[in-house]
């Protein structure tokens, strides 16, 4: 992201954009470390300021015919997916 983003929107709209239940989506990055990166950022020295989410999705318990990795690579070669995460 190119930007902070609240921890229950980045999982709800991923949720919406993977079309997964949010239960399913976890967030190993911590809150701490993001503003850490972010009172870091020096206009004068850096271009931008990307922030990473370290995110996992795990297996659906019920109904797993569609794989984790499956639907990161769908969700990394969809254009529109990536978008609307925006």
């Known amino acids: 992201m190119s930007s902070l983003v609240d921890s229950t929107a980045y999982i709800t709209a991923l949720s919406k954009v993977l079309r997964i239940n949010p239960n399913r989506i976890?967030?190993?990055t911590k809150d701490q470390v993001l503003a850490n990166q972010q009172q870091s950022y020096q206009v004068s020295v850096m271009n931008q300021r990307y922030y990473v989410y370290d995110t996992i999705i795990t297996p659906d318990a019920t109904?797993?015919?569609?794989?984790?990795?499956?639907?990161?690579?769908?969700?990394?070669?969809?254009?529109?997916?990536?978008?609307?995460?925006?």
Do not use: F
């Open 63 to 86: 109904d797993d015919s569609i794989r984790p990795v499956d639907m990161l690579n769908n969700y990394l070669t969809d254009s529109n997916a990536q978008a609307m995460l925006k």
């Open 26 to 28: 976890y967030i190993k």
